[in-house]
């Protein structure tokens, strides 16, 4: 097994795996990495809530997935399985259920969303050139060993630590990472080509998990909840404070955006054709916090009820 590393390689430590320094940006570098191999997985994306970073965007999500087909197609990789995102389809009508029938988001307002839907069209391009691929769709992926931590891990971690001053009346569909490997992998080995699945987990409000992160760690949950209009409009306020603090923003306009998709999205494709199941939600808010404290990350060890 190779993996294919560009700068980060921490949560590669004591596996049993080749690590093959690499740009999904430089051809070369790939097609070295992909020789010999029988599958690609692709993971590598650059994921923002930023409206202001479509170029880079578009230099890695889309121009480096078409290095990254490319690659494949010129070293004879039998399978690419690529890693899409819930963004990269279009979420409305929001009262009908999202499924892999939903057309591609290319005309996005939201940079990151177009930038997925362009990759997918990357992926099928390669495909009509004779390509094996399969297309994983999750949405939004959270769970333990988050070492570069996610936009949603800094959230609990936050809310762990007691730094989170206020919540916004919204929610989004929250999917376990170890389920959507496991279901890649199992895809990878059944899955007929050409084939995608939406890899859902479960619609959440974030009151509902700051209730949670509460009840496991003892912090208080924020006591303000701003409603999406009035957060929306804070939203540029938000981040100018942030980048003067030095810290990631976690509520900009492009965040917000993205809280206001489809409630509802369907793994009906991955339960039927795979065996799909996702965790529930409580296991893997738990887990994850259990790894920030085991790794230093937590002001206070969790509660003994998180323990149990």
Request: contains cysteine.
């Amino acid at each position: 097994m190779r993996a294919l590393v560009h700068e980060h390689r921490q949560s590669l430590e004591g596996l049993d795996v080749d690590i093959a320094f690499g740009d999904v940006c430089e051809p070369d570098s790939l097609r070295s990495a992909f020789s010999g191999a029988e599958v690609v997985y692709h993971l590598a994306a650059r994921i923002s809530i930023s409206m202001a970073d479509w170029p880079l965007l578009e230099t890695v999500n889309v121009t480096g997935t078409r290095n990254v087909v490319e690659a494949c197609l010129s070293c004879g990789v039998r399978r690419l399985v690529y890693f899409s995102s819930i963004h990269a389809l279009v979420q409305e009508p929001l009262d009908v259920p999202v499924d892999e029938s939903r057309p591609l988001a290319e005309n996005d307002c939201l940079p990151y969303s177009r930038s997925k839907a362009l990759a997918c069209k990357e992926v099928s391009n390669g495909m009509a050139r004779g390509l094996d691929a399969i297309i994983m769709i999750p949405t939004g992926i959270i769970g333990p060993h988050d070492y570069q931590l996610s936009h949603f891990g800094e959230v609990l971690r936050s809310l762990a630590c007691g730094r989170l001053p206020a919540l916004v009346n919204s929610g989004f569909d929250w999917v376990d990472v170890r389920d959507v490997v496991e279901c890649a992998i199992r895809a990878e080995q059944h899955a007929p080509r050409g084939a995608s699945y939406l890899l859902s987990g479960h619609w959440v409000s974030l009151c509902e998990v700051a209730s949670l992160v509460a009840e496991v760690t003892g912090i208080p949950a924020p006591r303000i909840v701003l409603p999406m209009w009035l957060a929306s409009i804070g939203g540029p306020v938000f981040s100018a404070l942030y980048r003067v603090s030095g810290r990631r923003p976690l509520y900009t306009s492009g965040s917000m955006e993205s809280l206001r998709g489809n409630t509802r999205i369907s793994h009906h494709r991955a339960t039927c054709e795979l065996g799909y199941q996702p965790r529930p939600f409580r296991e893997t808010i738990i887990d994850t916090l259990r790894w920030f404290e085991a790794t230093g990350q937590l002001k206070q060890p969790l509660t003994l009820r998180a323990k149990e």
